[in-house]
C-alpha cells in the first residue's frame, strides 16, 4: 500500500529559486529518505533522515522531518536546470520491511 | 564501472511470451530488489532477496519468478505476458536498510 504522498505533484520555477517539496506519510517510521529520478534514468539517492532526526543537510538539500505530523520536505536552495526531475520520498517501517515510495513530485526549473 | 546494471534496456514483446530481465550489482551488497514503476510514475516494490534467500514477496502474480544465482544477481523472469505487465522495472540493491542504489531500468511493452 501507499505510504508517502508528495505535494504538491508539480512544481515550475525559475532558476536560482528555491524549492520546497512536501511527503506525508501514514504509519510510524523507521527511515524517511528523498530520491530523485531524471527522466527515463533510475532513482538517485538524495538523502537519509532518521526517525530520532528532525533536520539534516547535504550541500543545496535540507530535509525535515516531523514525526507527530508524519511529514518531511525537501528545500533545494538556489535551484538550477540541472535539478529538474522528480522527487521521491520512501519511508520503511522497520527490520526488513520494504521501501515504500510516494507519487512523487515532478519539478521543473526554468532557466 | 556501473555499480547495478540491467539487461536489457528496452524490451518488447507480444502477449502470452515469456521473457527475463537481468539483473547484477557489484557493491557486494547483501541485499536486492525488484521494482515496478507504471506509466504515471507510481514506483512499488515487488520482491526483495538477501544473500539469495526472499525475504519480501509482495502481491505479485506468480507468472513473475524472481531467481538469485548468487549475491550479486537477480533475476525476474515473467511468464505469459500480458498488456498490464508494460511498465519500466527497476532492480536496486542496499546494504542493511541504508540507501537503495538503483538500476537504469528496464522498459517493457507487452502489445
Known amino acids: 500500500s501507499q505510504q508517502g504522498e508528495e505535494d504538491p505533484q508539480a512544481l515550475s520555477i525559475q532558476e536560482g529559486e528555491n524549492a520546497t517539496m512536501n511527503c506525508s506519510y501514514k504509519t510510524s517510521i523507521n527511515n524517511l529518505q528523498w530520491y530523485r529520478q531524471n527522466s527515463g534514468r533510475g532513482l538517485v539517492h538524495l538523502i537519509l533522515i532518521r526517525s530520532n532526526e528532525r533536520e539534516k543537510h547535504s550541500g543545496r538539500l535540507r530535509v525535515t522531518l516531523d514525526t507527530s505530523k508524519k511529514s518531511s520536505s525537501l528545500l533545494i536552495t538556489a535551484s538550477r536546470a540541472a535539478d529538474t526531475a522528480s522527487y521521491f520520498c520512501a519511508t520503511d517501517s522497520s527490520g526488513n520491511t520494504p521501501l515504500v515510495f510516494g507519487k512523487g513530485t515532478r519539478l521543473s526549473v526554468i532557466a | 564501472d556501473t555499480a547495478v546494471s540491467q539487461t536489457p534496456k528496452y524490451l518488447v514483446t507480444q502477449m502470452g511470451n515469456d521473457k527475463s530481465i537481468k539483473c547484477e550489482q557489484n557493491?557486494?551488497?547483501?541485499?536486492m530488489y525488484w521494482y515496478k514503476q507504471d506509466s504515471k510514475k507510481f514506483l512499488k516494490i515487488m520482491f526483495s532477496y538477501n544473500n539469495k534467500e526472499l525475504i519480501i514477496n509482495e502481491t505479485v502474480p506468480n507468472r513473475f519468478s524472481p531467481k538469485s544465482p548468487d549475491k550479486a544477481h537477480l533475476n525476474l523472469h515473467i511468464n505469459s505476458l500480458e498488456l498490464g505487465d508494460s511498465a519500466v522495472y527497476f532492480c536496486a540493491s542496499s546494504q542493511d536498510q541504508n540507501e537503495q542504489f538503483f538500476g537504469p531500468g528496464t522498459r517493457l511493452t507487452v502489445l
Open positions: 557493491l557486494g551488497h547483501d541485499t
